[in-house]
């Protein structure tokens, strides 16, 4: 019996997975537990088990398609099943050439290749379009009016967009005799068409290497991930559209480094986490912001939100680029429990595992680069939250105690607030409240 393969929903929030590689092909033997093909959410990526054995009958999408989540990607089954009724919206079942079809194909293969001219697919009042199309089209300058719509009721979706930027470059009438086919422009015409002034600012094709005259390759070039874009936009919306002001201060780390060789040293018997630095700002943090509650909110629209516990979101640092995750309900969770959910979230951001759901609902974020060496830096703001806490590296100081000079250790961390929102002065006392925490933490910890 023919089993679909739909798409999984990974998580509450995701709409659709690009398909990043097929591992199977059609005509493929498959058993239980191979990986028929990988797909990626906007921050993370998923292998897709198979849970029955069989042949691979059809697959419906391919290699960098954006699908809704729940539509058929494939079906297994024995060959010569009829799959008729396993085709999704948007997705064609790929169907064996007639011998007329095939000696037309090679009647027109003998012909010279022309470029086809995009077909105008509707006017702007009777276009429909997906978000995440209208969302590529603006950021790829393409003319949407000359997609060839393969959505659900005509309607113009991502792939459709992809193709149309794909397709190859038009050109305008007057910029055909300069153009050089196989090159890349920046094109600024109308529905994307290269025109005269674009001839004089030609781009190298991305296959093409710059090298020396002894055959050293000077740089390559890579398109950027889906989280690569993601963290991209979110980090340029957040510069552009928020007021943004960073101040800095240190505390005496004395105190937490004491408490955490203490507990280093009787972890094992006492069945303790390998809690680190980290672990114990994020506490202080989520404690500490209860009093600051305006640092602790979301602001969008001219509405601010402000919220009665602490989401903490925690950035990793991964191959993928940066996640950051969420450790919900901070402020009513011990420091064991914190250090163990931090490494558990790392882990699975690591290894691309995460749950999107996991990715969203922070109201305050910790990023870290102490363990790199900085001193201080500017964290940016992970919109819509209003402020994020960058804890630096360990530096020696000196301060006078009873009269006598005593080197130290201190910690920096650096505070970037919403400047829209949030004042400097209730801020600064936020920093001034944790320092005080992070220096008497014990006493924090017995409140």
Not at 364 to 381: A, C, H, Y
């Amino acid at each position: 019996m023919a089993t679909a393969v739909i798409m999984p929903r990974q998580g509450n929030t995701v709409e659709s997975c690009v398909v990043s590689k097929w591992h199977k092909k059609k005509g493929d033997k498959v058993n239980v537990g191979d990986i028929l093909f990988t797909y990626e959410t906007d921050k993370a990526t998923f292998d897709e088990e198979s849970k029955v054995e069989g042949v691979l009958l059809e697959t419906y999408f391919e290699e960098g398609d954006d699908v809704p989540c729940l539509l058929n990607m494939c079906v297994i089954g024995e060959e010569g099943e009829d799959i008729s009724g396993f085709t999704p919206d948007g997705a064609q079942e790929s169907k064996p050439e007639s011998q007329e079809n095939k000696d037309t194909k090679t009647v027109e293969d003998s012909k010279p290749e022309r470029k086809k001219e995009p077909i105008k697919a509707n006017d702007s009042e009777s276009l429909k379009i997906s978000p995440r199309a209208k969302s590529l089209a603006d950021k790829t300058g393409v003319d949407v009016l000359y997609a060839e719509p393969t959505g659900p009721n005509n309607r113009v979706i991502e792939r459709d967009v992809q193709k149309l930027a794909k397709d190859g470059t038009k050109v305008t009438s007057a910029a055909k005799s300069g153009y050089v086919e196989g090159a890349s422009y920046n094109a600024t015409g109308i529905g994307g068409r290269v025109t005269v002034d674009d001839l004089s600012k030609q781009v190298q094709p991305e296959h093409m290497l710059a090298k020396t005259e002894e055959g050293f390759v000077e740089y390559t070039e890579e398109k950027l991930t889906n989280i690569r874009k993601v963290i991209a936009r979110t980090m340029h919306s957040s510069i552009s559209e928020m007021a943004q002001l960073t101040m800095n201060s240190t505390f005496d780390a004395t105190g937490i480094l004491n408490y955490r060789a203490m507990v280093k040293a009787n972890a094992e018997r006492l069945g303790l986490a390998n809690i680190t630095i980290n672990d114990i700002v994020v506490y202080a943090a989520a404690k500490t912001l209860l009093s600051h509650k305006d640092l602790n909110a979301h602001f969008a629209n001219d509405v601010m939100k402000r919220f009665n516990t602490v989401h903490m979101g925690v950035a990793i640092d991964t191959p993928r680029g940066l996640m950051v995750p969420t450790v919900f309900n901070a402020d009513m969770k011990s420091l064991n429990d914190i250090s163990l959910q931090v490494k558990e979230l790392a882990a699975k951001s690591k290894s691309g595992s995460i749950s999107p759901d996991l990715l969203s609902g922070g109201t305050f974020t910790i990023t870290n680069l102490g363990n790199l060496g900085v001193e201080s830096f500017t964290p940016v703001i992970n919109p819509p939250q209003t402020a994020i806490l960058g804890v630096c590296g360990l530096t020696t100081r000196v301060k006078e105690v009873n009269g006598q000079l005593k080197a130290y250790q201190a910690m920096g961390l650096s505070l970037t607030i919403d400047h829209r929102v949030v004042d400097g002065a209730p801020a600064a006392r936020f920093l001034q409240e944790l320092c005080s925490n992070l220096e008497n933490f014990e006493m924090m910890l017995a409140k």
